[in-house]
């Protein structure tokens, strides 16, 4: 299409679809791949027939099959990790695996994002401030950027041979840059985003050959410029904007240009974009606010994303709509989509059967908010009064929900009124260290694991048994017990300090207290991608939160009761249940996060009271929930900090107090990481070679630190040396009398087979290291 033309762009449409299947259709297709079980061929084909029935899907609800309504937004494993195999930005550890014509074939693919051998894979970590992950592309001088593969352009065709013209979306080249790393051949101090003159050829050409193909629009998603957390002068960001769209726009045969900026406003950034010759911006007004006139929006349109991506709530439609048309101030041209990709919400609030009819009133899947964006636009073009019934519903909805029994509990409440300063204060960390050395006995380097221990398939079966009445209580008791005991016994072999009982009891970190705790319910089918084959199914906080009964008191003492090491108590904090559950939106997240803290503190000392000498309170997504802009951070760290404190300040100095953190930016919250005053943080650190330990030891940690030397997110066994090298750096940068020796995460997904032998090659890292610290010491 020459730039001088634009295509009408549909009235309604979505930034994205979830794309594991229904049931989880793509996730099973992969995992038989790596496992081999099918071939390439069949993957691809399992993977353009799930393509195809998104596409009558969406068609079917309302979207547009011939108007670019229906964007083409599927992955095998993640978007980012799309982006760099297109752009062939391939590692040189993984040059072998692009072929003499520089494409990269499936197993190529995967092998970038899970490793092989002695190559580490690509970084993961959280995309914004969402629960997804994305894989970390690795750029240096040493990158030649070119058009390497014609995957989206080869499913636009697919989509077209079968009626469909669909929207192409990629990751855009300034967020691309912005969000890679320099690779181990770049310079100290070397930016990715240098290498924008080289990678816009790349686009360039992409965008030709779409074009060419008869794509009318393409999405390049831009979420890049509403962060400003992002390592990069803010001016330098907007500089790399301009100077991108005013280059492909100018091209003289492109596609139409969306550029999509969800998660937050574009503040300076929408001048910038304006001003450009871009086709289509999308404006995030669930997360963002509503832009002031700006010179250029009015030849623009405006994809007003007014339906929640991020959350499951059916919401206020009228108010959406109002955004809608307060928008037309800016641009006669509007059209309605959602905030964000639906890849964050799952498929179909009509799949679940057990949630009732009064809280799934109250909800709108991804299925749904289709079918609202579908509304909002008639909306839009025929006025409010077209879409009367379904604004009222909507609105009936919510004021039903807001009187609804448990929403709001007056005790509770009551509860969280009547805290006083000291309730989130432990005392002098020299003093409880002295309590805890003395208590637990702990040699130097203390090694131990997160928590979970793999979760084979005679486990999952006995729950899911136990679940439908097939096994009795006492039966599905023995059958934990069994599990615990020799998990128990299998680490005592390997020689670890301190322990676990391995969780086999639970489902998932987070749905298992949701589970039973008061304010949540649970899905049946409401799975989303996390990372990869990875799915999770988020649970639903919709009311006032309390704890009912002991939770996980029976489970730890049971396992404490097989041995004179310490086992750790495995709680999940109160950030981390509220950012991977989809939380009430009708009051402030701090709120809940107190009422979750209360719930865990009960749970806590009911732990304690039980012969539990440690309590590992886990909060992966601290970094995660951080805001995006840093008005905001201040007020965030002040309840997500505090909530942590409140759920761990009860107890006495003897009983240490562990957390977890994993895949973040850790230097960015190290800050807020020594305020949550845990004895012990266990931190994810493999696949990034220790490089948090530096941002550690310039910010003068002082407490207990375990930084990671296993990926557990890798298939790879490390060796020896590969684990000892990682602990001598960290012992390097950080006194040893602090460092703990632990995996990066979980062992829930990982088989027993390479479970054992890398946990007996880090016990025999951590002989060596010690040795060799004993040996320094006495020279």
Same mark, same amino acid.
């Given at each position: 299409?020459?730039?001088?033309?634009?295509?009408?762009?549909?009235?309604?449409?979505? &930034?994205?679809?979830?794309?594991?299947?229904?049931?989880?259709?793509?996730?099973?297709?992969? /995992?038989?791949?790596?496992?081999?079980? @099918?071939?390439?061929?069949?993957?691809?084909?399992?993977?353009?027939?799930?393509?195809?029935?998104?596409? /009558?899907?969406?068609?079917?609800?309302?979207?547009?099959?011939?108007?670019?309504?229906?964007?083409?937004?599927?992955?095998?494993?993640?978007?980012?990790?799309?982006?760099?195999?297109? *752009?062939?930005?391939?590692?040189?550890?993984?040059?072998?695996?692009?072929?003499?014509?520089?494409?990269?074939?499936?197993?190529? +693919?995967?092998?970038?994002?899970?490793?092989?051998?002695?190559?580490?894979?690509?970084?993961?970590?959280?995309?914004?401030?969402?629960?997804?992950? +994305?894989?970390?592309?690795?750029?240096?001088?040493?990158?030649?950027?070119?058009?390497?593969?014609?995957?989206?352009?080869?499913?636009?065709? #697919? %989509?077209?041979?079968?009626?469909?013209?669909?929207?192409?979306?990629?990751?855009?080249?300034?967020?691309?840059?912005?969000?890679?790393?320099?690779?181990?051949?770049?310079?100290?101090?070397?930016?990715?985003?240098?290498? &924008?003159?080289?990678?816009?050829?790349?686009?360039?050409?992409?965008?030709?050959?779409?074009?060419?193909?008869?794509?009318?629009?393409?999405?390049?998603?831009?979420?890049?410029?509403?962060?400003?957390?992002?390592?990069?002068?803010?001016?330098?960001?907007?500089?790399?904007?301009?100077?991108?769209?005013?280059?492909?726009?100018?091209?003289?045969?492109?596609?139409?240009?969306?550029?999509?900026?969800?998660? !937050?406003?574009?503040?300076?950034?929408?001048?910038?974009?304006?001003?450009?010759?871009?086709?289509?911006?999308?404006?995030?007004?669930?997360?963002?606010?509503?832009?002031?006139?700006?010179?250029?929006?009015?030849?623009?349109?405006?994809?007003?994303?007014?339906?929640?991506?991020?959350?499951?709530?059916?919401?206020?439609?009228?108010?959406?709509?109002?955004?809608?048309?307060?928008?037309?101030?800016?641009?006669?041209?509007?059209?309605?989509?959602?905030?964000?990709?639906?890849?964050?919400?799952?498929?179909?609030?009509?799949? /679940?059967?057990?949630?009732?009819?009064?809280?799934?009133?109250?909800?709108?899947?991804?299925?749904?908010?289709?079918?609202?964006?579908?509304?909002?636009?008639?909306?839009?073009?025929? !006025?409010?009064?077209?879409?009367?019934? #379904?604004?009222?519903?909507?609105?009936?909805?919510?004021?039903?929900?807001?009187?609804?029994?448990?929403?709001?509990?007056?005790?509770?409440?009551?509860?969280?009124?009547?805290?006083?300063?000291?309730?989130?204060?432990?005392?002098?960390?020299?003093?409880?260290?002295?309590?805890?050395?003395?208590?637990?006995?702990?040699?130097?380097?203390?090694?131990?694991?997160?928590?979970?221990?793999?979760?084979?398939?005679? @486990?999952?079966?006995?729950?899911?048994?136990?679940?439908?009445?097939?096994?009795?209580?006492?039966? +599905?008791?023995?059958?934990?017990?069994?599990?615990?005991?020799?998990?128990?016994?299998?680490?005592?072999?390997?020689?670890?300090?301190?322990?676990?009982?391995?969780?086999?009891?639970?489902?998932?970190?987070?749905?298992?207290?949701?589970?039973?705790?008061?304010?949540?319910?649970?899905?049946?089918?409401?799975?989303?991608?996390?990372?990869?084959?990875?799915?999770?199914?988020?649970?639903?906080?919709?009311?006032?939160?309390?704890?009912?009964?002991?939770?996980?008191?029976?489970?730890?003492?049971?396992?404490?009761?097989?041995?004179?090491?310490?086992?750790?108590?495995?709680?999940?904090?109160?950030?981390?249940?509220?950012?991977?559950?989809?939380?009430?939106?009708?009051?402030? &997240?701090? /709120?809940?996060?107190?009422?979750?803290?209360?719930?865990?503190?009960?749970?806590?000392?009911?732990?304690?009271?039980?012969?539990?000498?440690? *309590?590992?309170?886990?909060?992966?997504?601290?970094?995660?929930?951080?805001?995006?802009?840093?008005?905001?951070?201040?007020?965030?760290?002040?309840?997500?900090?505090?909530?942590?404190?409140? %759920?761990?300040?009860?107890?006495?100095?003897?009983?240490?107090?562990?957390?977890?953190?994993?895949?973040?930016?850790?230097?960015?919250?190290?800050?807020?990481? !020594?305020?949550?005053?845990?004895?012990?943080?266990?931190?994810?650190?493999?696949?990034?070679?220790?490089?948090?330990?530096?941002?550690?030891?310039?910010? !003068?940690? $002082?407490?207990?630190?375990?930084?990671?030397?296993? $990926?557990?997110?890798?298939?790879?066994?490390?060796?020896?040396?590969?684990?000892?090298?990682?602990?001598?750096?960290?012992?390097?940068?950080?006194?040893?009398?602090?460092?703990?020796?632990?995996?990066?995460?979980?062992?829930?997904?990982?088989?027993?087979?390479?479970?054992?032998?890398? &946990?007996?090659?880090?016990?025999?890292?951590?002989?060596?290291?010690?040795?060799?610290?004993?040996?320094?010491?006495?020279?």
């Amino acid at each position: 299409m020459s730039m001088t033309t634009t295509a009408q762009f549909p009235s309604a449409t979505i &930034l994205g679809y979830p794309r594991i299947g229904r049931r989880r259709e793509m996730k099973k297709a992969v /995992e038989a791949f790596w496992g081999g079980t @099918i071939t390439a061929a069949q993957l691809e084909a399992a993977a353009a027939a799930l393509r195809t029935t998104t596409r /009558e899907r969406l068609a079917d609800l309302g979207l547009g099959r011939t108007d670019s309504a229906i964007p083409e937004s599927f992955s095998f494993y993640d978007q980012v990790l799309d982006a760099a195999v297109t *752009v062939g930005a391939v590692p040189t550890r993984f040059a072998s695996l692009v072929g003499i014509d520089g494409r990269i074939d499936l197993a190529g +693919y995967f092998t970038l994002a899970r490793g092989e051998g002695d190559n580490l894979p690509l970084e993961m970590t959280k995309w914004f401030d969402s629960n997804y992950h +994305y894989l970390v592309p690795e750029i240096g001088p040493e990158t030649v950027f070119s058009l390497a593969s014609d995957r989206i352009v080869r499913e636009f065709n #697919e %989509a077209k041979a079968a009626g469909y013209l669909t929207r192409p979306v990629i990751v855009g080249p300034v967020t691309f840059l912005l969000l890679s790393k320099p690779s181990d051949e770049a310079p100290a101090g070397y930016q990715p985003l240098s290498r &924008l003159d080289d990678l816009l050829p790349v686009y360039a050409a992409l965008l030709d050959r779409l074009a060419a193909a008869g794509a009318e629009w393409v999405q390049l998603d831009e979420p890049g410029l509403v962060s400003e957390s992002i390592d990069v002068p803010r001016v330098k960001t907007l500089e790399a904007l301009a100077w991108s769209y005013a280059a492909l726009g100018r091209l003289a045969r492109r596609p139409a240009i969306f550029v999509a900026a969800p998660y !937050g406003s574009l503040d300076d950034a929408l001048p910038v974009l304006a001003a450009t010759r871009v086709d289509a911006i999308g404006i995030d007004l669930v997360r963002g606010t509503l832009p002031e006139p700006t010179p250029g929006l009015v030849d623009k349109v405006l994809v007003a994303g007014v339906i929640d991506g991020h959350n499951i709530w059916r919401g206020d439609l009228a108010a959406a709509l109002d955004r809608a048309v307060a928008l037309k101030e800016l641009s006669p041209t509007v059209s309605i989509s959602t905030s964000t990709s639906l890849l964050h919400v799952p498929h179909d609030v009509a799949h /679940e059967s057990s949630l009732g009819a009064e809280l799934t009133s109250w909800l709108a899947f991804a299925d749904q908010k289709v079918g609202q964006v579908c509304t909002l636009a008639r909306g839009l073009s025929a !006025g409010a009064a077209a879409v009367e019934p #379904e604004l009222s519903a909507a609105d009936a909805a919510l004021t039903a929900r807001s009187s609804a029994p448990g929403v709001r509990d007056d005790a509770v409440r009551a509860r969280a009124a009547a805290l006083l300063d000291s309730d989130f204060l432990r005392g002098d960390y020299a003093t409880r260290l002295a309590a805890q050395e003395v208590a637990l006995g702990l040699p130097l380097l203390p090694t131990t694991t997160i928590g979970s221990f793999p979760q084979t398939a005679d @486990i999952r079966r006995a729950r899911a048994r136990f679940l439908t009445g097939v096994l009795t209580e006492g039966a +599905y008791r023995e059958l934990m017990q069994a599990e615990i005991a020799r998990v128990v016994d299998l680490q005592e072999e390997i020689g670890l300090d301190v322990l676990v009982h391995g969780e086999p009891e639970r489902n998932d970190m987070v749905q298992y207290f949701a589970e039973n705790l008061n304010g949540f319910a649970v899905t049946e089918n409401g799975w989303v991608q996390s990372y990869g084959s990875r799915c999770t199914r988020p649970s639903i906080l919709w009311g006032d939160v309390s704890r009912p009964k002991p939770i996980t008191v029976e489970w730890s003492g049971y396992a404490q009761s097989l041995t004179a090491k310490p086992v750790k108590g495995m709680l999940t904090g109160p950030v981390t249940i509220l950012a991977w559950s989809f939380v009430r939106e009708d009051q402030p &997240l701090g /709120e809940t996060a107190r009422q979750v803290a209360l719930a865990l503190r009960d749970e806590i000392s009911d732990l304690e009271a039980a012969g539990i000498g440690i *309590v590992q309170v886990d909060e992966p997504a601290l970094r995660e929930l951080l805001p995006l802009k840093k008005k905001d951070h201040a007020h965030y760290l002040d309840w997500s900090v505090g909530s942590f404190r409140l %759920a761990t300040a009860g107890v006495a100095d003897s009983t240490q107090i562990h957390t977890h953190l994993c895949y973040s930016e850790f230097g960015v919250v190290l800050e807020a990481i !020594g305020n949550l005053d845990a004895d012990v943080t266990s931190i994810e650190a493999a696949r990034s070679r220790m490089d948090v330990v530096h941002d550690i030891e310039a910010g !003068g940690f $002082d407490h207990g630190i375990g930084p990671g030397v296993w $990926d557990i997110h890798s298939p790879r066994v490390p060796g020896v040396t590969e684990l000892t090298e990682l602990l001598h750096i960290a012992v390097g940068a950080i006194p040893a009398r602090q460092v703990w020796v632990n995996p990066d995460c979980g062992l829930k997904t990982r088989g027993y087979t390479e479970t054992v032998e890398s &946990l007996q090659n880090m016990l025999e890292a951590t002989r060596i290291v010690r040795e060799r610290i004993d040996a320094s010491v006495t020279a």
